[in-house]
């Protein structure tokens, strides 16, 4: 069946870091690919998506890319702000258009 | 703001209690998706509804039911609440009527506690 795999957190870094936060999928065909984040308090964002191999999502300086051959949509940032502080989930589309979920990922950011 | 609604924000409830959650979509979105969000169990599917018939079911309880009203809001009922039920609930639309299914919006959620 489907299912999305991301690393485990917290992830803790200093401002202006890199960030990476791996996610990993297991799907047949070629699903839709999304990160969500969820600030403090609040519902869920979407930040990103991706809708076949090779594409690349970005948002707000956040990057991801659909890589069919490591089935893989790390989501990547050059320089991270305490702002980005947040719970981040990857989230494939399956073919009945509902979303399976990563267990999400805290992210803290110190000044 | 994603453009979704729901009600209330909090709902505290004791076991064996019966609670309904609200949702409205997104103007123009046909179809709402129900989640809960738990510490055990992370984020999953529990039910969705488009244009008022039910799609598509996920994990979700034979104590838990759900409908889509002619103007398109949403209500999920939990009836039997048991302590495990305490979660946040979240709905989400999508389908802005051109058919695109691809970005489902989420509302605030629904933060439940049964004591």
């Known amino acids: 069946g489907n299912s999305v795999t991301q690393m485990e957190g917290p992830v803790t870094l200093s401002e202006e870091a890199f960030l990476t936060i791996n996610c990993t999928y297991t799907a047949t065909g070629y699903p839709s690919l999304f990160w969500y984040v969820q600030y403090p308090g609040e519902g869920l964002q979407l930040l990103l998506k991706?809708?076949?191999a090779d594409d690349k999502g970005s948002n707000k300086g956040f990057e991801a890319t659909y890589r069919k051959e490591t089935t893989s949509f790390h989501l990547e940032k050059g320089s991270v702000q305490v702002s980005d502080s947040a719970v981040y989930f990857c989230a494939l589309r399956n073919s009945n258009y509902q979303l399976i979920w990563g267990a999400g990922t805290k992210l803290i950011i110190k000044p | 703001d994603s453009g979704v609604t729901q009600t209330p924000k909090h709902l505290i409830t004791a076991t064996g209690q019966r609670v309904t959650l609200r949702c409205s979509p997104r103007s123009g979105d046909l179809s709402v998706y129900w989640y809960q969000q738990s510490l055990d169990q992370g984020l999953q599917f529990l039910i969705q509804y488009y244009n008022g018939e039910e799609r598509a079911k996920g994990n979700i309880l034979e104590r838990f039911s759900a409908q889509q009203f002619p103007d398109l809001h949403s209500e999920l009922n939990l009836s039997s609440l048991e302590l495990g039920d305490s979660a946040l609930y979240f709905c989400?639309?999508?389908?802005?009527?051109?058919?695109?299914?691809?970005?489902?919006?989420f509302g605030p959620g629904t933060r439940l506690l049964v004591l």
């Open positions: 991706a809708t076949k």
């Open positions: 989400a639309s999508s389908v802005d009527g051109t058919g695109n299914q691809e970005t489902q919006y």
